[in-house]
Each structure stands twice: as C-alpha cells, then as structure tokens.
C-alpha cells in the first residue's frame, strides 16, 4: 500500500550543484525503480544550520514528496544514511497528517460562526405619541431640577479637618 511521505535531506555545502543534482536524480530513480513516484522535489537552497552537524555550519536542503510503500521507505532511508554527501535527513508519513487536517477542517466547517450569522433587527416599540400628526415641541433649553438638601445633611457631608 502506498503511502504519502516527505523526505527532508540536508547536503554538504561543499557539493557542486551539478553533483547535488545527480543525487537527487539518484534518489528519484530509486524510488521510481521500487514501484515508488516522485510528486515533487523542491531544492531549498543553501541555509545555515541551527547547530553544527559533522563540523558544518551551513547546507544545501532538498525536500522530496512522494508516495511509496514502507519498505521502499526503509531502503530509501538507508542509501540516505550510507551516502557521504548526506548530512542529516528526515522522513516524515503526510497520509495520517492531511487525514486528520482534513478532520479539522470538516470540524470547523460543520460549526456555525457567529460573526457571519446576520444581526436580526429587534423590534422598535411604536408610542402613541409618535403615531398622533401633531407633536408637542420640546423646549429648547432643558431645566435642570433644582434640589434642596437639608442642612444637617450638608454639614455631614463637609470633610472634617484634623488639627495637629
């Protein structure tokens, strides 16, 4: 059974691009030859690494995405371990990965967002008033209330000073 897989390798950054070229070529033919298909290869370019790895600082990252059986995997991996060019690689199985996006996606997709909902008018309650043709004009200025306290509730409302 085929399954989707991403291949990350890193390469010396003392090979030569053609070089770096026919080992990719290499590889492809590999996987092609075990029944295997290459879906894409991205050459990343040259990048520094975050540690050193066999005394380099820097490398040249190629990605491989293809879809192959397990055991075309294994060997894969073991020509990648054995090859001098190589520094470090990577594989990593897509199939379960997209499978549970996909999962999340439906999630989320199922909910409904209450931002996109549209806003349902409330009603307005009419008045009578506001039915009647004549209206009563509203005074231009508006009073304020005038408000008469007491004087004992004055005085207790006076902030006491302290002699010292």
């Given at each position: ?106 999630l989320r997709d199922s909910k409904v967002k209450r931002s996109a909902q549209p806003i349902a008018p409330q009603p307005v ?40």
């Amino acid at each position: 059974m085929n399954r989707t897989y991403e291949i990350m390798f890193i390469v010396r950054p003392d090979v030569e691009e053609a070089d770096l070229d026919k080992l990719i070529e290499g590889f492809s033919a590999n996987i092609t030859s075990g029944g295997g298909e290459v879906k894409s290869v991205e050459k990343m370019g040259r990048r520094r690494l975050a540690y050193t790895v066999r005394k380099f600082n820097d490398g040249f990252y190629v990605l491989l995405n293809i879809a192959a059986a397990g055991s075309l995997i294994g060997e894969i991996e073991r020509r990648l371990r054995v090859s001098e060019p190589v520094i470090k690689f990577i594989t990593v199985r897509m199939d379960e990965e997209e499978k549970r996006l996909a999962k999340v996606k439906a999630l989320r997709d199922s909910k409904v967002k209450r931002s996109a909902q549209p806003i349902a008018p409330q009603p307005v309650a009419i008045s009578a008033a506001a039915e009647t043709p004549a209206v009563a004009e509203a005074p231009a200025v508006a009073e304020a209330p005038t408000v008469i306290a007491e004087p004992e509730a004055v005085a207790a409302a006076e902030p006491v000073s302290a002699a010292v």
